[in-house]
Nanobody
Framework: QVQLVESGGGLVQAGGSLRLSCAAS????????MGWYRQGPGNQREMVARITNGGSTNYADSVKGRFIISRDNTKNTVYLQMNSLKPEDTAVYYC?????????WGQGTQVTVSS
């Protein structure tokens, strides 16, 4: 079992920045990939960014050049640095881990970008 706890969401003006954190606990040695997903009002959940154990990353086209995903293995934490935020980035952001073929989700953290 893996437990994920997100933090760092909030309200920010367009053009601003936020950093989300996702702390993992439990069977962390089994985690292969961690990522951030988001679900905006009336939208399906979508991938924002992912990072593998080896450090490979990929991003949704809509956030490339603005968001950066990183991980600190000493703290079992993954971060999402979000810059140049836009109103369309408003969503609940979820952390996800893949471990032993199973998916684990955090509870989500709200990000609201005002215009």
């Amino acid at each position: 079992q893996v437990q994920l706890v997100e933090s760092g969401g909030g309200l920010v003006q367009a053009g601003g920045s936020l950093r989300l954190s996702c702390a993992a606990s439990g069977d962390i040695v089994s985690i292969n990939v961690m990522g951030w997903y988001r679900q905006g009002p009336g939208n399906q959940r979508e991938m924002v960014a992912r990072i593998t154990n080896g450090g490979s990353t990929n991003y949704a086209d809509s956030v490339k050049g603005r968001f950066i995903i990183s991980r600190d293995n000493t703290k079992n934490t993954v971060y999402l640095q979000m810059n140049s935020l836009k109103p369309e980035d408003t969503a609940v952001y979820y952390c996800r881990a893949v471990a032993n073929g199973r998916l684990y989700w955090g509870q989500g953290t709200q990000v609201t970008v005002s215009s």
